[in-house]
Each structure stands twice: as C-alpha cells, then as structure tokens.
C-alpha cells in the first residue's frame, strides 16, 4: 500500500502539495472522522452520494464516527437522523462539542456544579453525563457558562442571561465558535455568532473557552471515543475539519459540498491546506492520484498542468478530452499552495477556475 500524506510532503518556504494514494481512501485508513453538516446532510437531508458512499466504506470494513461541532442535538438523536437516512449508526458513534466542553467544564468545576446553559438538549444531556447540573437563569449563581447552537428559535432572552453571568465573572464556556452553518436554504449563523453577541454585550473584555474544531478538546473526546489508529478527518471546513486534524496529526479529506470552494481552498494557509480533496464522500472510496511539482514551478496532476505566470494562476489540460475536473483542481492547489508557501495564495485565479467551471 501506498499513501503519501500531504502533511509529509513540504518543501522549502512551506510550500506542500495534496497527498497521493495508490489504494481506496477507506482502505488506507481504519476510521473515518465525519463531519455531519454540510458533508453528510444539510438542512437534514442527505447529500447526494453520501449515504451510498458510506455504506460501501462501511461494508468494506472502515469504521464511520461522526463528528460534529454542533451541539444542539443529542449523539442519540443524531444516531436516529443518521439510520433514518440509510446510514445505520448507534450514538457511541457520534462524537459532539457538547461533549467535549462537558469534559473541559467538569476538569475545571466541582463536581455536582450548576452550569448555565445556552442551547440546546444535546448541550444539557452531555453535561448530566458528566454530574454537571443544568440550569436555566443567572441567579442560580452557576459555576460556569456554557453555549452551544440552539437552533433558530433559540429566545434572545437566553443571550441576556449568559451576559448577566460573565459580566459578573463566571467562567465562559463555548462548544465552537463556528460563524455559520450550512443548511437546507443556504449559510446561517453559526454558534460563533451566538458567542459574539455575548461578547459585545460585555464590552469584549472576556473570552470563552472553546471545546469544539479546530481545537485540542475535541480531539481529545474524539480519540478518547472511537480508539482510531489510523483516522481520516473529512470534513467541509477549513477553519475547523482541515485545521483540527492539522492541529491533531493526522490526515484529512476536504469535500466541496458545503461551506468550503474551491477558490478559498487555493487561498488555504498551510494549516487550511487538506491531504486529500474529491468533490464529495465517493472520493472516500478510491485512491488519490499523484500530484507531481516538476520544473519552473509546474504541477502536473492526471491530464492537467498548473502553474503561476504574469501574476495569476494558470491551467492547461493536457489531453484534449477525458481530464478529470478533481486532478485539475488538485494541480490548482499544489502550483497555489508551492507559490504561497507560508502564506495565503493571493494572486488572479479566475481563469483557470472557469476552465473548471467553477
């Protein structure tokens, strides 16, 4: 088996180039780490290929975990969404930030303390599970605070209660800090967003605690739930999926059908910068091609070629028909991300993405 990981494959000045594999993505990892939002579904509903995509890495013996930075919901009932689409799950396999600022709040309170909180079920039923009591209002002086996404519907009342307890010095806990999240009618705000209004409303002077993607608590809960050996991070984001797995080591598989284009993938900074990409979770399920950098800073990628030249970004196929869109979007990224280096692509790339149709 073959696998070159994007993460070994720097140069100097930071440049990289996307990781190669020579065998089937769920063959070359044990567990895949899903992200659901935007990956899996969106606005509930699946994505298309998804649920036929994992049901074959699944049948082919790669472990499938789901993890989410959003909290509003139980792992249970994301289980139940998860089978009812045809993609059949247990709640041991849904990992949440719900649970990982559970943890971080209880390492840091005494147990059996008050916790207020602003979201949702799955935020309240992570922290009973680790002998923390919800609580609803800022008089019941709590020993922290704590936000996750609520939903739509979540009262603005509940944004003046976490306000009136971290104006008067209760710790600041945060599930993520996500600006937005996809759904079925398109980007909404995010608990990141929820998490600003608080902010604002104490004059900015505090800063929670975040749990969720891209930092070390979720990792933690994440490998402390599934035991990975091998894990692939797949996930929609850059900010959160691609830079958590950067932070924890491992690889990642970026797939463009959610928040993420392929223009702000060319514009990724190394810690943005994915292993691997493929339109959506069928890239799961083949090998990745080589993406070579050859002389005068060309990136040859199955029939295309990729390169900078007069200040933009340039791409040529070449074969006249039967070039994959996916390899010229792979040597778009190595001939961005080798010029960049250290840094964001900054340079004209509309052209050669409308070559791509993008």
């Known amino acids: 088996m073959t696998v070159r990981s994007g993460h070994e494959r720097q140069g100097d000045g930071g440049r990289k180039l996307p990781g190669g594999s020579a065998v089937p993505l769920n063959e070359a990892y044990d567990t895949a780490l899903l992200d659901l939002d935007g990956v899996v579904y969106a606005g509930g509903e699946a994505i298309p290929y998804a649920v036929e995509a994992l049901?074959?890495?699944r049948a082919g013996g790669m472990h499938l975990a789901y993890v989410t930075n959003n909290a509003l919901r139980t792992p249970d009932e994301v289980a139940t969404h998860l089978t009812d689409?045809?993609?059949?799950?247990?709640?041991?396999?849904?990992?949440t930030s719900a649970q990982a600022v559970a943890r971080l709040i209880a390492d840091e309170v005494p147990p059996g303390s008050r916790v207020l909180v602003i979201g949702g079920e799955g935020l309240r039923v992570a922290l009973r599970e680790r002998g923390l009591v919800p609580v609803e209002s800022a008089d019941y002086e709590p020993a922290?605070?704590?936000?996750?996404?609520?939903?739509?519907?979540?009262?603005?009342?509940?944004?003046?209660?976490a306000a009136y307890a971290v104006a008067r010095g209760v710790p600041w806990y945060a599930s993520n800090t996500d600006l937005t999240i996809p759904g079925a009618r398109g980007i909404g705000p995010g608990n990141g967003a929820a998490v600003e209004v608080v902010r604002i409303a104490t004059g900015g002077r505090v800063e929670p605690k975040v749990a969720g993607k891209p930092l070390p608590p979720m990792h933690r809960e994440t490998v402390l739930r599934t035991g990975a050996e091998r894990p692939l991070v797949v996930g929609d984001r850059l900010d959160t999926d691609?830079?958590?797995?950067?932070?924890g080591g491992v690889d990642s598989l970026l797939v463009l059908t959610g928040v993420t284009d392929v223009a702000q993938l060319l514009t990724a900074v190394p810690e943005h910068r994915p292993t691997y990409v493929a339109a959506d979770l069928r890239g799961l399920l083949v090998?990745?091609?080589?993406?070579?950098a050859g002389d005068g800073g060309v990136v040859v990628c199955g029939g295309w070629r990729a390169s900078v030249s007069?200040?933009?970004?340039?791409l040529e196929s070449a074969r006249e028909v039967g070039a994959d869109v996916m390899d010229g979007v792979r040597a778009l990224c190595g001939a961005a991300w080798s010029a960049a280096g250290d840094g964001a692509?900054?340079?004209?790339a509309g052209k050669a993405l409308s070559r791509l149709g993008w």
């Not at 691609?242 to 932070?247: C, D």
């Open 287 to 292: 090998g990745q091609p080589e993406v070579v």
């Open 345 to 348: 692509f900054g340079l004209d």
């Open 310 to 314: 007069g200040g933009e970004l340039v």
């Open 144 to 161: 922290a605070v704590v936000q996750g996404y609520g939903g739509p519907e979540l009262p603005w009342g509940r944004f003046a209660e």
């Open 85 to 95: 689409l045809g993609v059949p799950t247990v709640a041991g396999d849904v990992i």
């Open 242 to 247: 691609i830079e958590g797995a950067f932070n």
């Open 55 to 57: 049901g074959v890495a």
